[in-house]
């Protein structure tokens, strides 16, 4: 059985696939970038977990886990910042549709953003948007 981690990210992903997706190119803690020929690309993973540190022995463990949702457009006309708008608003627009996950999770609430440009070849923007997610493990197990 997968860590409540991956199943997370499982979620989310399924999230943004989910007709119509955000975007046709969406995986999962990409390893390789993108090609050159996507004009859009999401990458979803989980970055760190932090457990309630005041849970009483033997009972269930309260997490806050960061999930970070990589966003990646190009465009030969736009600026990077103005490519990858659209697809930033479509993640977090789809993400606040259901912030328990299908009741996988207490919350999931937007955390932070960062965002990088460049311009070689296409213009290319890329943000990462932070999100925190509050859920549930059993004591001693992490699914």
């Not at 970038?33 to 996507?38: C, D, R, T, V």
């Not at 549709?97 to 009741?103: F, N, R, S």
């Amino acid at each position: 059985m997968k860590t409540a981690f991956a199943q997370i990210v499982s979620a989310v992903i399924d999230a943004l696939k989910a007709e119509p997706a955000v975007c046709d190119r969406i995986d999962r803690a990409r390893a390789v970038p993108a090609p050159e020929q996507a004009e859009q690309a999401v990458s979803v993973q989980w970055e760190t977990a932090l457990p309630d540190l005041a849970t009483i022995a033997g009972q269930p463990i309260d997490w806050k886990t960061r999930i970070t949702v990589d966003c990646l457009a190009r465009s030969l006309q736009q600026s990077g910042d103005l490519a990858v708008d659209d697809l930033v608003a479509a993640v977090a627009e789809r993400l606040a549709q259901d912030t328990t996950l299908g009741g996988l999770v207490f919350d999931l609430r937007i955390a932070g953003l960062e965002a990088e440009n460049s311009v070689e070849g296409k213009k290319t923007g890329w943000v990462r948007l932070t999100y925190i997610a509050d859920h549930r493990t059993d004591n001693g197990i992490l699914n």
